[in-house]
Protein backbone atom coordinates (compact mmCIF):
# COMPACT_ATOMS: atom_id res chain seq x y z
CA UNK A 1 0.00 0.00 0.00
CA UNK A 2 1.13 3.76 -0.88
CA UNK A 3 2.40 5.70 1.99
CA UNK A 4 3.40 8.38 -0.31
CA UNK A 5 -0.09 10.36 -0.45
CA UNK A 6 0.85 13.37 1.46
CA UNK A 7 -0.66 12.28 4.51
CA UNK A 8 2.36 10.29 6.46
CA UNK A 9 2.10 12.93 9.36
CA UNK A 10 -1.28 11.80 9.76
CA UNK A 11 -1.33 8.41 9.33
CA UNK A 12 1.13 6.49 12.05
CA UNK A 13 -2.80 5.86 14.49
CA UNK A 14 -4.29 5.98 11.63
CA UNK A 15 -3.73 3.31 9.68
CA UNK A 16 -5.57 2.61 6.18
CA UNK A 17 -7.00 -0.65 8.40
CA UNK A 18 -8.43 1.42 10.80
CA UNK A 19 -9.95 4.14 8.67
CA UNK A 20 -11.11 1.25 6.46
CA UNK A 21 -13.01 -0.91 9.35
CA UNK A 22 -13.88 2.97 10.67
CA UNK A 23 -15.55 3.78 8.03
CA UNK A 24 -17.23 0.06 6.84
CA UNK A 25 -17.59 -1.99 9.80
CA UNK A 26 -18.47 -5.55 8.90
CA UNK A 27 -19.97 -6.54 12.15
CA UNK A 28 -21.90 -3.32 12.95
CA UNK A 29 -25.50 -5.48 12.84
CA UNK A 30 -27.77 -5.76 16.24
CA UNK A 31 -28.36 -9.80 16.39
CA UNK A 32 -31.71 -10.82 16.79
CA UNK A 33 -30.86 -14.04 18.16
CA UNK A 34 -28.27 -13.51 20.78
CA UNK A 35 -27.86 -14.94 24.63
CA UNK A 36 -25.82 -12.20 25.73
CA UNK A 37 -25.66 -8.47 25.40
CA UNK A 38 -24.20 -5.39 27.25
CA UNK A 39 -23.51 -2.22 26.89
CA UNK A 40 -20.91 0.27 27.61
CA UNK A 41 -20.58 4.16 27.52
CA UNK A 42 -17.60 6.60 28.04
CA UNK A 43 -19.82 10.16 29.19
CA UNK A 44 -16.54 11.56 29.08
CA UNK A 45 -16.19 11.59 25.23
CA UNK A 46 -20.15 10.48 24.22
CA UNK A 47 -19.17 7.18 22.43
CA UNK A 48 -21.42 4.29 22.91
CA UNK A 49 -21.56 1.02 21.98
CA UNK A 50 -23.40 -2.05 22.30
CA UNK A 51 -22.54 -5.97 22.02
CA UNK A 52 -24.99 -9.22 20.90
CA UNK A 53 -23.65 -12.49 21.66
CA UNK A 54 -24.28 -15.73 20.42
CA UNK A 55 -22.79 -18.35 22.46
CA UNK A 56 -22.31 -22.16 21.50
CA UNK A 57 -21.49 -23.37 24.74
CA UNK A 58 -18.03 -22.03 25.58
CA UNK A 59 -17.45 -20.17 22.21
CA UNK A 60 -18.56 -17.28 20.86
CA UNK A 61 -20.64 -18.24 17.98
CA UNK A 62 -21.56 -14.96 16.15
CA UNK A 63 -21.08 -11.18 17.47
CA UNK A 64 -22.33 -7.98 16.44
CA UNK A 65 -22.43 -4.52 17.88
CA UNK A 66 -23.79 -1.20 17.55
CA UNK A 67 -21.36 1.72 18.21
CA UNK A 68 -21.65 5.80 18.38
CA UNK A 69 -18.24 7.34 18.43
CA UNK A 70 -15.05 8.00 16.81
CA UNK A 71 -12.78 6.19 14.32
CA UNK A 72 -10.79 4.31 16.77
CA UNK A 73 -13.93 2.66 18.57
CA UNK A 74 -15.61 1.85 15.75
CA UNK A 75 -12.39 0.03 14.00
CA UNK A 76 -11.77 -1.21 17.42
CA UNK A 77 -15.33 -3.06 17.78
CA UNK A 78 -15.21 -4.24 14.47
CA UNK A 79 -11.68 -5.81 14.91
CA UNK A 80 -12.63 -7.14 18.39
CA UNK A 81 -15.62 -8.81 16.70
CA UNK A 82 -13.60 -10.42 13.67
CA UNK A 83 -10.98 -11.75 16.27
CA UNK A 84 -13.17 -13.25 18.36
CA UNK A 85 -15.91 -14.80 16.37
CA UNK A 86 -15.43 -18.47 16.80
CA UNK A 87 -13.10 -17.96 19.87
CA UNK A 88 -13.65 -19.66 23.49
CA UNK A 89 -14.71 -17.78 25.95
CA UNK A 90 -11.51 -17.84 28.25
CA UNK A 91 -9.52 -17.67 24.81
CA UNK A 92 -10.84 -14.05 24.50
CA UNK A 93 -10.63 -12.83 28.25
CA UNK A 94 -7.26 -13.41 27.45
CA UNK A 95 -6.83 -11.61 24.16
CA UNK A 96 -8.33 -9.16 25.93
CA UNK A 97 -6.08 -8.88 28.33
CA UNK A 98 -3.37 -8.73 25.89
CA UNK A 99 -5.08 -6.18 23.86
CA UNK A 100 -5.63 -3.65 26.54
CA UNK A 101 -1.50 -4.21 27.37
CA UNK A 102 -0.91 -3.28 24.02
CA UNK A 103 -3.32 -0.27 23.90
CA UNK A 104 -1.86 0.95 27.35
CA UNK A 105 1.27 0.84 26.39
CA UNK A 106 2.58 -0.16 22.25
CA UNK A 107 3.30 -3.68 22.96
CA UNK A 108 2.45 -6.84 24.96
CA UNK A 109 6.13 -8.56 25.39
CA UNK A 110 4.47 -11.10 27.76
CA UNK A 111 1.65 -12.47 25.46
CA UNK A 112 1.18 -15.87 24.88
CA UNK A 113 2.46 -16.95 21.17
CA UNK A 114 -1.11 -19.07 21.01
CA UNK A 115 -2.64 -15.64 20.30
CA UNK A 116 0.34 -13.78 17.96
CA UNK A 117 -2.16 -14.02 14.65
CA UNK A 118 -4.99 -12.09 16.23
CA UNK A 119 -2.84 -10.07 18.00
CA UNK A 120 -1.28 -9.20 15.04
CA UNK A 121 -4.42 -7.83 13.19
CA UNK A 122 -5.46 -5.57 16.08
CA UNK A 123 -2.02 -4.41 16.56
CA UNK A 124 -2.86 -0.89 14.29
CA UNK A 125 -4.75 -0.12 17.22
CA UNK A 126 -1.99 -0.08 19.07
CA UNK A 127 -0.85 3.29 18.35
CA UNK A 128 -3.32 5.13 20.67
CA UNK A 129 -0.85 4.39 23.76
CA UNK A 130 0.71 7.77 22.82
CA UNK A 131 -2.85 9.16 23.23
CA UNK A 132 -3.67 8.60 26.65
CA UNK A 133 -7.34 10.10 26.35
CA UNK A 134 -7.91 8.10 23.55
CA UNK A 135 -7.08 4.47 24.97
CA UNK A 136 -10.69 4.29 26.13
CA UNK A 137 -11.57 4.44 22.71
CA UNK A 138 -10.14 1.76 22.02
CA UNK A 139 -10.89 -0.48 24.85
CA UNK A 140 -14.41 0.39 25.26
CA UNK A 141 -15.77 -2.39 22.91
CA UNK A 142 -13.83 -4.90 24.75
CA UNK A 143 -15.25 -3.79 28.22
CA UNK A 144 -18.60 -4.26 26.80
CA UNK A 145 -18.06 -7.65 25.23
CA UNK A 146 -16.69 -8.81 28.61
CA UNK A 147 -19.28 -7.61 30.33
CA UNK A 148 -21.45 -9.70 28.28
CA UNK A 149 -19.30 -12.57 28.96
CA UNK A 150 -19.78 -12.03 32.79
CA UNK A 151 -23.64 -12.00 32.33
CA UNK A 152 -23.97 -8.03 33.00
CA UNK A 153 -25.88 -5.25 31.25
CA UNK A 154 -23.28 -2.58 31.39
CA UNK A 155 -19.75 -2.23 31.02
CA UNK A 156 -17.79 -0.84 34.15
CA UNK A 157 -15.86 2.09 33.85
CA UNK A 158 -12.20 1.56 34.13
CA UNK B 1 -3.77 38.70 3.83
CA UNK B 2 -6.60 40.22 6.36
CA UNK B 3 -4.57 43.15 7.88
CA UNK B 4 -5.27 45.00 10.40
CA UNK B 5 -5.64 49.04 9.79
CA UNK B 6 -7.55 50.21 12.90
CA UNK B 7 -5.32 52.59 15.14
CA UNK B 8 -6.17 50.13 18.36
CA UNK B 9 -4.57 47.65 16.07
CA UNK B 10 -2.23 45.05 18.46
CA UNK B 11 1.06 44.03 17.66
CA UNK B 12 0.75 39.82 17.32
CA UNK B 13 4.39 39.76 16.96
CA UNK B 14 5.59 41.76 20.04
CA UNK B 15 2.50 39.92 21.94
CA UNK B 16 3.99 36.54 21.28
CA UNK B 17 7.21 37.24 22.18
CA UNK B 18 5.92 38.01 25.84
CA UNK B 19 4.52 34.23 26.27
CA UNK B 20 7.49 31.63 26.06
CA UNK B 21 5.83 28.98 25.25
CA UNK B 22 4.73 30.14 21.71
CA UNK B 23 7.85 29.06 20.78
CA UNK B 24 7.75 25.47 21.31
CA UNK B 25 6.88 22.95 18.53
CA UNK B 26 4.86 20.37 18.65
CA UNK B 27 5.55 16.99 16.39
CA UNK B 28 8.48 19.22 14.57
CA UNK B 29 5.90 21.76 13.97
CA UNK B 30 5.14 25.06 15.37
CA UNK B 31 2.78 25.07 18.14
CA UNK B 32 -0.48 26.23 16.74
CA UNK B 33 -2.66 26.89 19.71
CA UNK B 34 -6.24 27.33 19.64
CA UNK B 35 -7.84 26.09 22.81
CA UNK B 36 -7.26 29.22 24.93
CA UNK B 37 -11.16 29.24 26.18
CA UNK B 38 -10.34 26.09 28.02
CA UNK B 39 -7.08 27.98 29.60
CA UNK B 40 -5.00 30.37 27.93
CA UNK B 41 -1.02 30.78 28.06
CA UNK B 42 0.94 32.84 30.18
CA UNK B 43 2.80 35.70 29.68
CA UNK B 44 6.10 36.28 31.18
CA UNK B 45 5.23 39.00 33.49
CA UNK B 46 3.33 36.28 34.98
CA UNK B 47 5.49 34.08 35.21
CA UNK B 48 8.35 36.34 36.83
CA UNK B 49 5.68 37.87 39.18
CA UNK B 50 4.95 34.34 40.57
CA UNK B 51 8.45 33.30 40.93
CA UNK B 52 9.62 36.42 42.21
CA UNK B 53 7.43 36.44 45.10
CA UNK B 54 8.47 33.09 45.73
CA UNK B 55 12.24 33.90 45.46
CA UNK B 56 11.89 37.36 47.58
CA UNK B 57 9.77 37.63 50.20
CA UNK B 58 7.18 34.54 50.15
CA UNK B 59 5.16 34.06 53.44
CA UNK B 60 1.38 33.65 54.83
CA UNK B 61 -0.68 36.78 54.56
CA UNK B 62 -3.03 38.98 56.67
CA UNK B 63 -0.79 37.03 60.00
CA UNK B 64 2.35 38.12 60.09
CA UNK B 65 4.15 41.00 61.59
CA UNK B 66 7.10 40.33 59.79
CA UNK B 67 8.90 42.27 57.35
CA UNK B 68 7.89 38.90 54.77
CA UNK B 69 4.48 38.99 55.76
CA UNK B 70 3.47 42.50 55.11
CA UNK B 71 5.16 42.54 51.63
CA UNK B 72 3.15 39.44 50.49
CA UNK B 73 0.07 41.08 51.82
CA UNK B 74 -0.23 44.15 50.02
CA UNK B 75 1.51 41.99 47.17
CA UNK B 76 -1.42 39.91 47.32
CA UNK B 77 -4.14 42.46 48.35
CA UNK B 78 -3.11 44.79 45.65
CA UNK B 79 -4.63 42.33 42.90
CA UNK B 80 -7.70 43.37 44.62
CA UNK B 81 -7.40 46.94 43.64
CA UNK B 82 -6.43 45.91 39.81
CA UNK B 83 -9.53 43.83 39.55
CA UNK B 84 -11.74 46.39 41.53
CA UNK B 85 -9.82 48.86 38.34
CA UNK B 86 -10.51 46.31 36.15
CA UNK B 87 -14.14 45.71 36.40
CA UNK B 88 -14.92 49.09 37.73
CA UNK B 89 -16.12 47.95 40.67
CA UNK B 90 -17.56 50.49 43.27
CA UNK B 91 -15.28 49.38 45.97
CA UNK B 92 -12.40 46.96 46.44
CA UNK B 93 -14.31 45.31 49.15
CA UNK B 94 -16.51 43.70 46.66
CA UNK B 95 -13.67 42.14 45.26
CA UNK B 96 -14.07 38.27 46.86
CA UNK B 97 -11.71 35.88 45.62
CA UNK B 98 -12.26 31.77 45.17
CA UNK B 99 -10.73 29.03 43.47
CA UNK B 100 -12.21 29.75 39.77
CA UNK B 101 -15.35 30.41 38.58
CA UNK B 102 -17.11 26.85 40.00
CA UNK B 103 -16.58 28.21 43.35
CA UNK B 104 -17.80 31.31 42.64
CA UNK B 105 -20.91 29.88 41.05
CA UNK B 106 -20.98 27.56 44.38
CA UNK B 107 -20.87 30.41 46.82
CA UNK B 108 -23.91 32.70 45.30
CA UNK B 109 -25.66 28.80 45.25
CA UNK B 110 -24.74 28.46 49.05
CA UNK B 111 -24.71 32.01 50.32
CA UNK B 112 -27.06 33.43 48.32
CA UNK B 113 -29.16 30.82 47.28
CA UNK B 114 -29.51 29.19 50.47
CA UNK B 115 -28.72 32.14 53.14
CA UNK B 116 -30.71 34.83 50.91
CA UNK B 117 -33.15 33.81 48.90
CA UNK B 118 -36.78 31.56 50.05
CA UNK B 119 -38.31 28.59 49.48
CA UNK B 120 -40.34 28.61 46.48
CA UNK B 121 -38.43 31.49 44.51
CA UNK B 122 -36.81 30.30 41.66
CA UNK B 123 -33.31 30.53 39.63
CA UNK B 124 -33.46 31.23 36.06
CA UNK B 125 -30.31 30.09 33.53
CA UNK B 126 -30.28 29.72 29.98
CA UNK B 127 -29.68 26.65 27.63
CA UNK B 128 -26.26 27.68 26.81
CA UNK B 129 -24.82 27.34 30.59
CA UNK B 130 -21.48 25.40 31.49
CA UNK B 131 -22.02 22.66 33.72
CA UNK B 132 -21.02 24.58 36.25
CA UNK B 133 -23.57 27.02 35.81
CA UNK B 134 -25.79 24.16 36.01
CA UNK B 135 -25.35 22.01 38.55
CA UNK B 136 -24.93 24.22 41.74
CA UNK B 137 -28.41 25.03 41.07
CA UNK B 138 -29.75 21.66 40.94
CA UNK B 139 -28.16 20.98 44.15
CA UNK B 140 -29.57 24.19 45.45
CA UNK B 141 -32.70 22.95 43.76
CA UNK B 142 -33.06 19.45 45.48
CA UNK B 143 -31.52 20.65 48.81
CA UNK B 144 -34.08 23.76 49.61
CA UNK B 145 -37.04 24.08 47.47
CA UNK B 146 -35.72 26.91 44.62
CA UNK B 147 -37.59 25.87 41.39
CA UNK B 148 -34.56 25.93 38.19
CA UNK B 149 -35.76 26.96 34.92
CA UNK B 150 -34.08 27.58 32.05
CA UNK B 151 -34.45 30.40 29.16
CA UNK B 152 -34.12 28.70 25.83
CA UNK B 153 -31.35 28.72 22.99
CA UNK B 154 -33.04 29.74 19.55
CA UNK B 155 -31.66 27.38 15.93
CA UNK B 156 -28.99 30.74 15.28
CA UNK B 157 -27.43 29.58 19.46
CA UNK B 158 -28.77 33.11 20.72
CA UNK B 159 -30.72 33.60 23.64
CA UNK B 160 -34.23 33.60 23.07
CA UNK B 161 -35.42 37.07 24.61
CA UNK B 162 -39.14 36.80 24.37
CA UNK B 163 -38.83 33.41 26.22
CA UNK B 164 -36.62 34.97 28.63
CA UNK B 165 -38.89 37.71 29.71
CA UNK B 166 -42.00 35.41 29.43
CA UNK B 167 -40.26 33.12 32.27
CA UNK B 168 -39.41 36.10 34.37
CA UNK B 169 -42.98 37.28 34.06
CA UNK B 170 -44.62 35.57 37.49
CA UNK B 171 -41.88 37.30 39.63
CA UNK B 172 -40.72 34.30 41.18
CA UNK B 173 -37.38 34.39 39.89
CA UNK B 174 -34.84 35.48 42.75
CA UNK B 175 -31.87 35.52 40.77
CA UNK B 176 -31.05 35.07 36.96
CA UNK B 177 -27.24 33.24 36.80
CA UNK B 178 -26.19 32.90 32.89
CA UNK B 179 -23.09 32.95 30.77
CA UNK B 180 -21.71 36.23 29.32
CA UNK B 181 -20.86 34.44 26.70
CA UNK B 182 -21.25 31.01 25.58
CA UNK B 183 -18.01 28.74 25.32
CA UNK B 184 -19.33 26.46 22.52
CA UNK B 185 -21.20 28.80 20.56
CA UNK B 186 -18.64 31.91 21.62
CA UNK B 187 -22.88 33.80 21.71
CA UNK B 188 -22.54 37.13 23.57
CA UNK B 189 -25.13 37.60 25.34
CA UNK B 190 -27.32 40.86 25.62
CA UNK B 191 -26.15 41.44 28.71
CA UNK B 192 -27.60 45.12 29.59
CA UNK B 193 -30.76 43.85 27.83
CA UNK B 194 -30.67 40.59 30.04
CA UNK B 195 -30.25 42.57 33.31
CA UNK B 196 -33.14 45.71 32.54
CA UNK B 197 -35.27 42.83 32.09
CA UNK B 198 -34.42 40.69 35.14
CA UNK B 199 -34.80 43.89 37.32
CA UNK B 200 -37.86 45.11 35.80
CA UNK B 201 -39.12 41.75 37.35
CA UNK B 202 -37.09 42.11 40.80
CA UNK B 203 -34.95 39.36 39.96
CA UNK B 204 -30.97 40.04 40.60
CA UNK B 205 -28.73 38.98 37.89
CA UNK B 206 -24.77 37.19 37.92
CA UNK B 207 -22.96 37.02 34.88
CA UNK B 208 -20.92 33.66 34.57
CA UNK B 209 -18.13 35.24 32.80
CA UNK B 210 -15.42 33.05 32.48
CA UNK B 211 -15.26 33.60 28.55
CA UNK B 212 -16.60 37.28 28.03
CA UNK B 213 -13.86 38.71 30.33
CA UNK B 214 -11.66 37.27 27.96
CA UNK B 215 -12.74 39.02 25.04
CA UNK B 216 -14.92 42.42 26.58
CA UNK B 217 -14.06 45.09 28.85
CA UNK B 218 -16.46 44.27 31.94
CA UNK B 219 -17.59 47.29 33.49
CA UNK B 220 -20.14 46.18 36.18
CA UNK B 221 -21.74 49.64 36.95
CA UNK B 222 -22.96 50.06 33.22
CA UNK B 223 -24.11 46.84 32.83
CA UNK B 224 -25.65 47.18 35.77
CA UNK B 225 -25.74 43.77 37.24
CA UNK B 226 -25.58 42.20 40.72
CA UNK B 227 -22.74 40.06 40.92
CA UNK B 228 -20.29 38.70 37.81
CA UNK B 229 -18.08 35.71 38.47
CA UNK B 230 -14.55 34.94 36.02
CA UNK B 231 -11.50 32.84 36.56
CA UNK B 232 -8.07 34.33 36.29
CA UNK B 233 -6.47 31.35 34.20
CA UNK B 234 -8.39 31.84 31.24
CA UNK B 235 -7.64 35.82 31.35
CA UNK B 236 -3.28 34.65 31.18
CA UNK B 237 -3.46 34.30 34.48
CA UNK B 238 -2.38 31.28 37.38
CA UNK B 239 -4.85 28.38 37.53
CA UNK B 240 -6.47 28.80 41.39
CA UNK B 241 -7.60 31.78 41.17
CA UNK B 242 -11.18 33.15 40.64
CA UNK B 243 -13.27 36.06 41.71
CA UNK B 244 -16.47 36.99 42.22
CA UNK B 245 -17.78 40.70 42.05
CA UNK B 246 -21.33 41.23 44.22
CA UNK B 247 -22.37 44.47 44.98
CA UNK B 248 -21.60 45.35 48.66
CA UNK B 249 -25.04 45.43 49.89
CA UNK B 250 -25.83 41.56 48.61
CA UNK B 251 -22.91 40.61 49.55
CA UNK B 252 -23.11 42.09 53.08
CA UNK B 253 -26.82 40.07 53.37
CA UNK B 254 -25.21 36.81 52.28
CA UNK B 255 -23.71 34.14 54.91
CA UNK B 256 -20.06 33.29 54.71
CA UNK B 257 -19.63 30.13 52.12
CA UNK B 258 -16.86 28.12 54.18
CA UNK B 259 -15.49 28.66 57.73
CA UNK B 260 -12.11 28.65 58.84
CA UNK B 261 -9.29 30.96 59.97
CA UNK B 262 -9.02 34.45 57.94
CA UNK B 263 -12.98 34.81 57.56
CA UNK B 264 -13.74 35.57 61.66
CA UNK B 265 -13.75 38.33 63.54
CA UNK B 266 -13.71 36.36 66.67
CA UNK B 267 -14.37 32.66 67.26
CA UNK B 268 -15.44 31.00 71.20
CA UNK B 269 -16.46 27.55 71.77
CA UNK B 270 -20.52 29.05 71.68
CA UNK B 271 -20.02 31.40 68.58
CA UNK B 272 -17.93 32.86 66.24
CA UNK B 273 -18.36 35.96 63.97
CA UNK B 274 -17.69 36.78 60.81
CA UNK B 275 -14.64 39.27 59.13
CA UNK B 276 -16.54 42.04 57.08
CA UNK B 277 -16.59 41.52 53.02
CA UNK B 278 -14.94 40.47 51.00
CA UNK B 279 -13.16 38.36 53.88
CA UNK B 280 -16.34 36.60 55.19
CA UNK B 281 -15.60 34.91 52.01
CA UNK B 282 -12.21 33.68 51.94
CA UNK B 283 -11.47 31.38 54.39
CA UNK B 284 -8.41 29.51 54.98
CA UNK B 285 -5.01 30.87 53.43
CA UNK B 286 -5.64 32.30 50.06
CA UNK B 287 -3.98 31.42 46.95
CA UNK B 288 -1.37 33.93 47.61
CA UNK B 289 1.11 33.70 44.14
CA UNK B 290 -1.92 32.78 42.27
CA UNK B 291 -3.29 36.16 43.32
CA UNK B 292 0.28 38.21 43.02
CA UNK B 293 0.06 36.03 39.20
CA UNK B 294 -3.56 37.35 38.85
CA UNK B 295 -2.30 40.82 39.31
CA UNK B 296 0.21 40.94 36.44
CA UNK B 297 -2.12 39.28 34.41
CA UNK B 298 -4.72 42.27 34.86
CA UNK B 299 -1.76 44.79 34.81
CA UNK B 300 -0.39 42.58 31.16
CA UNK B 301 -3.97 42.59 29.99
CA UNK B 302 -4.80 46.62 30.91
CA UNK B 303 -1.55 47.66 28.57
CA UNK B 304 -2.67 46.36 26.04
CA UNK B 305 -6.38 47.40 25.94
CA UNK B 306 -9.38 45.93 25.84
CA UNK B 307 -10.08 48.57 22.45
CA UNK B 308 -6.89 46.54 20.89
CA UNK B 309 -7.93 43.19 21.89
CA UNK B 310 -11.29 43.47 21.13
CA UNK B 311 -10.65 44.93 17.49
CA UNK B 312 -7.92 41.75 17.25
CA UNK B 313 -10.59 39.51 17.91
CA UNK B 314 -12.83 40.96 15.48
CA UNK B 315 -10.46 40.59 12.86
CA UNK B 316 -9.83 37.24 13.71
CA UNK B 317 -13.47 36.12 13.99
CA UNK B 318 -14.14 37.52 10.16
CA UNK B 319 -11.21 36.15 8.91
CA UNK B 320 -12.22 32.37 10.42
CA UNK B 321 -15.84 32.44 9.69
CA UNK B 322 -14.65 33.22 6.26
CA UNK B 323 -11.71 30.76 5.78
CA UNK B 324 -14.10 27.48 8.02
CA UNK B 325 -16.95 28.13 5.67
CA UNK B 326 -15.12 27.55 2.93
CA UNK B 327 -14.08 24.08 4.16
CA UNK B 328 -16.12 21.31 2.61
CA UNK B 329 -18.43 19.56 4.67
CA UNK B 330 -17.58 21.69 7.78
CA UNK B 331 -20.71 23.25 9.86
CA UNK B 332 -19.70 26.15 12.02
CA UNK B 333 -22.47 25.49 15.25
CA UNK B 334 -24.19 28.57 16.01
CA UNK B 335 -24.72 31.41 13.96
CA UNK B 336 -24.96 34.55 16.61
CA UNK B 337 -25.26 38.18 15.20
CA UNK B 338 -22.72 38.95 19.11
CA UNK B 339 -20.23 36.58 18.82
CA UNK B 340 -16.43 36.40 20.05
CA UNK B 341 -13.42 34.22 19.07
CA UNK B 342 -14.84 30.55 19.77
CA UNK B 343 -16.11 28.26 17.31
CA UNK B 344 -17.29 24.91 17.18
CA UNK B 345 -17.73 23.10 14.64
CA UNK B 346 -18.55 19.40 12.84
CA UNK B 347 -16.76 18.07 10.24
CA UNK B 348 -19.04 15.47 7.70
CA UNK B 349 -17.14 12.05 7.40
CA UNK B 350 -14.84 12.56 11.12
CA UNK B 351 -15.76 12.46 14.39
CA UNK B 352 -14.75 15.34 16.59
CA UNK B 353 -12.38 13.14 18.60
CA UNK B 354 -10.76 12.29 15.48
CA UNK B 355 -10.81 15.82 14.02
CA UNK B 356 -8.52 16.70 16.82
CA UNK B 357 -5.86 14.01 16.95
CA UNK B 358 -5.87 14.25 13.37
CA UNK B 359 -5.13 18.27 13.49
CA UNK B 360 -2.93 17.25 16.62
CA UNK B 361 -0.53 15.18 14.09
CA UNK B 362 -0.22 18.56 12.54
CA UNK B 363 0.64 20.57 15.89
CA UNK B 364 -2.79 22.39 15.49
CA UNK B 365 -4.01 21.94 19.87
CA UNK B 366 -8.24 22.06 19.77
CA UNK B 367 -10.65 20.80 21.78
CA UNK B 368 -13.20 18.05 21.49
CA UNK B 369 -16.44 16.81 23.16
CA UNK B 370 -19.28 18.13 24.70
CA UNK B 371 -17.29 21.15 26.63
CA UNK B 372 -19.07 20.77 29.82
CA UNK B 373 -22.34 21.63 28.57
CA UNK B 374 -24.49 18.31 27.71
CA UNK B 375 -27.58 20.33 27.68
CA UNK B 376 -26.46 22.42 25.06
CA UNK B 377 -25.29 19.87 22.71
CA UNK B 378 -28.51 17.71 23.44
CA UNK B 379 -30.64 20.79 21.92
CA UNK B 380 -28.15 21.02 18.98
CA UNK B 381 -28.34 17.39 18.31
CA UNK B 382 -24.85 16.27 18.72
CA UNK B 383 -22.85 14.05 20.42
CA UNK B 384 -19.82 16.69 19.87
CA UNK B 385 -17.76 19.06 18.19
CA UNK B 386 -14.38 20.30 17.94
CA UNK B 387 -13.33 23.61 19.60
CA UNK B 388 -11.20 26.55 18.13
CA UNK B 389 -10.76 29.52 20.33
CA UNK B 390 -8.73 32.22 20.12
CA UNK B 391 -6.39 34.18 22.77
CA UNK B 392 -4.49 37.93 22.15
CA UNK B 393 -1.53 36.14 20.64
CA UNK B 394 -3.61 33.95 17.96
CA UNK B 395 -2.84 35.31 14.39
CA UNK B 396 -4.35 35.08 11.09
CA UNK B 397 -2.09 32.90 9.78
CA UNK B 398 -2.86 29.94 12.27
CA UNK B 399 -6.17 30.60 11.40
CA UNK B 400 -5.10 29.78 8.18
CA UNK B 401 -2.99 26.65 9.53
CA UNK B 402 -6.15 25.34 10.86
CA UNK B 403 -8.75 25.62 8.00
CA UNK B 404 -5.91 24.10 5.68
CA UNK B 405 -5.33 21.57 8.12
CA UNK B 406 -9.33 20.96 8.41
CA UNK B 407 -8.90 20.62 4.56
CA UNK B 408 -6.24 17.57 4.82
CA UNK B 409 -8.49 16.12 7.61
CA UNK B 410 -11.12 15.79 5.03
CA UNK B 411 -9.28 14.91 2.49
CA UNK B 412 -7.55 11.82 4.48
CA UNK B 413 -11.14 11.25 6.45
CA UNK B 414 -13.12 10.82 2.78
Not at chain 2, 76 to 82: G, I, K, L, V
Amino acid sequence: MTQTDGFDDLRDLYQEVILDHGRRPRHAIRLDDFTATAKGDNPMCGDRVQVWLKLNGDVIGKIGFEARGCAISIASADLMAETVQGRAKGDTRTLFEAFREMARTGSCPACPPTLAEPIERLAPLGGVHEYPSRVKCATLPWHALIAALDGAKEASSE
Amino acid sequence: MNMMTSPNALDVERIRRDFPILSQTIRGKPLVFLDSAASAQKPRAVIDAMVHAMETQYANVHRGLHWMSERTTEAYESTRDAVAALMNANDRSEIVFTRNSTEALNLMAHSYGRGVMKRGQAVLISGMEHHSNIVPWQLLRDSHGIELRVAPVTDAGELDMAAYEALLEDGKVGLVAITHMSNVLGTVVPAERVVKIAHAHGAKVLFDGSQAIVHRKIDVRALDCDFYAWTGHKLYGPTGIGVLWGRRELLDRMPPFLGGGDMISSVTYEQSTWAAVPHKFEAGTPPILEGIGLKAAVDYVQSIGYDAMAAHEASLTEHALARLAAVQGLRVIGQAQDRGGVFSFTLEGAHAHDVATLLDRQGIAVRAGHHCAEPLMQRLDLDSTARASFGIYTTHAEVDALADGLTRVREFSA
